[in-house]
């Protein structure tokens, strides 16, 4: 893989942390909704936040773009 530039990498980092946002408020609003079908799809959303958040977390780790210490 070629070395990230830094715009690169910070554009990554604004969308993780865009990501968790996004996925924070939605189990907060999650619980306020009455209607069955929507409340399923949100729930479905969540899942799938969940699991781009890990891919781009292991993308990452694999590519060694931070430090274990700056991790921490």
């Known amino acids: 893989?070629?070395?990230l530039s830094v715009a690169e990498i910070l554009?990554?980092?604004s969308i993780l942390t865009l990501e968790k946002d996004v996925l924070a408020?939605?189990?907060?609003?999650?619980?306020?909704i009455?209607?069955?079908d929507l409340?399923?799809?949100v729930e479905a959303g969540?899942?799938?936040?969940e699991e781009r958040i890990r891919g781009i977390q292991q993308f990452i780790e694999e590519n060694k773009l931070i430090d274990q210490?700056?991790?921490n």
């Open 1 to 3: 893989m070629r070395e």
């Open 11 to 13: 554009s990554l980092s």
């Open 25 to 32: 408020v939605t189990r907060v609003l999650v619980d306020f």
């Open 34 to 36: 009455t209607e069955d």
């Open 39 to 41: 409340k399923k799809q």
């Open 46 to 49: 969540i899942l799938d936040t």
């Open 69 to 71: 210490e700056e991790a």
